[in-house]
C-alpha cells in the first residue's frame, strides 16, 4: 500500500474524517455511479449573518434550525442544504455528511466543463460573512483538511461557490485569501480559479 493511502487509511472511516466532529446530516444523497470526486467547493456561512458561535449553522444542516428564532430566518424558511465540512473561527472542524455521498451545497453549478458539482465535490463552508476576512486558525484548519481529501480522493481543483455560480452566489467573497491557500497547499496555480491568484497575498 502506498504511504499517502495509509496515512489515509487511518484518518478515515466511509468517508468520515477522524479530527472532525460529527453530526449527520439529512441532507444527502448517493453519488452518481463513477463519479470522480475532483473538487473542493468553498462557502461561507454565518447565521444570522455577522453573527458567530452560536449553533445555528449546524441547526440549518440538521433541519432543526426554529424558523421564528430571528427575522432572517425567515428568508431561508425550509431550506434542506449541508455541506461535508464547516471551520469555526477558531478553526474548530465540525463534518456533516460523509465525503463519499453527495451533500447539498452547491446547487445549481458548473466548473471545470461539468454541471451539478454536488455531484462529484466536497463542500466546506467556513464560518464568516461575505466580503469580511477569515481568521488564520480556518486557513490552518482548511489548508490540512485540503491536503488529507487529497490524499483520499482524486482532487484537482478548488473553486468558491462564487466561481462554481456566479451571479448567483458571492461567497466566501473578496475576504478570502486565495493566495494564502495556494501558498500553504504548494498545490499547481492550475488547480484554482485563474482570477484568484492574480494578485500578491496580502
Same mark, same amino acid.
Request: aromatic residues 12%; glycine residues 8%.
Given at each position: 500500500?502506498?504511504?499517502?493511502?495509509?496515512?489515509?487509511?487511518?484518518?478515515?472511516?466511509?468517508?468520515?474524517?477522524?479530527?472532525?466532529?460529527?453530526?449527520?446530516?439529512?441532507?444527502?444523497?448517493? /453519488?452518481?455511479?463513477?463519479?470522480? +470526486? $475532483?473538487?473542493?467547493?468553498?462557502?461561507?456561512?454565518?447565521?444570522?449573518?455577522?453573527? =458567530?458561535?452560536?449553533? #445555528?449553522?449546524?441547526?440549518?444542516?440538521?433541519?432543526?434550525?426554529?424558523?421564528?428564532?430571528?427575522?432572517?430566518?425567515?428568508?431561508? /424558511?425550509?431550506?434542506?442544504?449541508?455541506?461535508?465540512?464547516?471551520?469555526?473561527?477558531?478553526?474548530?472542524?465540525?463534518?456533516?455528511? !460523509?465525503?463519499?455521498?453527495?451533500?447539498?451545497?452547491?446547487?445549481?453549478?458548473?466548473?471545470?466543463?461539468? !454541471?451539478?458539482?454536488? $455531484? $462529484? !465535490? +466536497?463542500?466546506?463552508?467556513?464560518?464568516?460573512? #461575505?466580503? $469580511? !476576512?477569515?481568521?488564520?486558525?480556518? =486557513?490552518?484548519?482548511?489548508?490540512?483538511?485540503?491536503?488529507?481529501?487529497?490524499?483520499? &480522493?482524486?482532487?484537482?481543483? +478548488?473553486?468558491?461557490?462564487?466561481?462554481?455560480?456566479?451571479? /448567483?452566489?458571492?461567497?466566501?467573497?473578496?475576504?478570502?485569501?486565495?493566495?494564502?491557500?495556494?501558498?500553504?497547499?504548494?498545490?499547481?496555480?492550475? &488547480?484554482?480559479?485563474?482570477?484568484?491568484?492574480?494578485?500578491?497575498?496580502?
Amino acid at each position: 500500500m502506498p504511504p499517502d493511502a495509509a496515512i489515509a487509511g487511518t484518518l478515515w472511516r466511509d468517508g468520515w474524517y477522524a479530527h472532525a466532529r460529527q453530526l449527520p446530516s439529512p441532507n444527502f444523497g448517493p /453519488r452518481p455511479e463513477q463519479a470522480r +470526486v $475532483d473538487l473542493i467547493v468553498l462557502h461561507s456561512i454565518s447565521l444570522p449573518p455577522g453573527q =458567530y458561535g452560536g449553533s #445555528e449553522v449546524q441547526q440549518l444542516f440538521t433541519n432543526t434550525l426554529d424558523w421564528e428564532a430571528h427575522p432572517y430566518f425567515t428568508q431561508i /424558511r425550509g431550506a434542506e442544504v449541508s455541506a461535508h465540512f464547516y471551520i469555526r473561527r477558531d478553526g474548530g472542524l465540525w463534518q456533516f455528511v !460523509s465525503c463519499d455521498d453527495r451533500a447539498w451545497h452547491a446547487g445549481v453549478s458548473h466548473w471545470r466543463g461539468r !454541471s451539478n458539482c454536488n $455531484d $462529484d !465535490s +466536497v463542500g466546506i463552508e467556513l464560518e464568516g460573512l #461575505e466580503g $469580511d !476576512s477569515f481568521e488564520d486558525a480556518q =486557513y490552518e484548519t482548511l489548508s490540512s483538511l485540503c491536503a488529507t481529501l487529497a490524499q483520499r &480522493y482524486p482532487v484537482t481543483h +478548488v473553486a468558491g461557490h462564487e466561481h462554481i455560480a456566479p451571479k /448567483r452566489k458571492l461567497d466566501p467573497g473578496p475576504g478570502f485569501d486565495w493566495p494564502r491557500l495556494h501558498q500553504a497547499l504548494a498545490w499547481p496555480a492550475a &488547480y484554482f480559479p485563474l482570477e484568484t491568484l492574480q494578485h500578491p497575498s496580502a
